[in-house]
């Protein structure tokens, strides 16, 4: 799935918080990341898992804007 950032400056700690959540993230723009939830069993459970991961990373980053598909 990929994941866009409003502010760029937030993607290393975005990263670093998703491997520390086992997520398996790569840059692939200035503000966008490509994710791989390699524990979900289909993608279905994948995107719903990050879903629920990105909710609770804006929480702690209410300036930040998230969006993924």
Known sequence: MRVNVSDPAYLPELVDDLLHGGC???????ATLQVIYPDAANAEEARTELGFFLRAWRQGHPGVELTFS
């Open 24 to 30: 398996l993230p790569a840059v692939v723009g200035a």
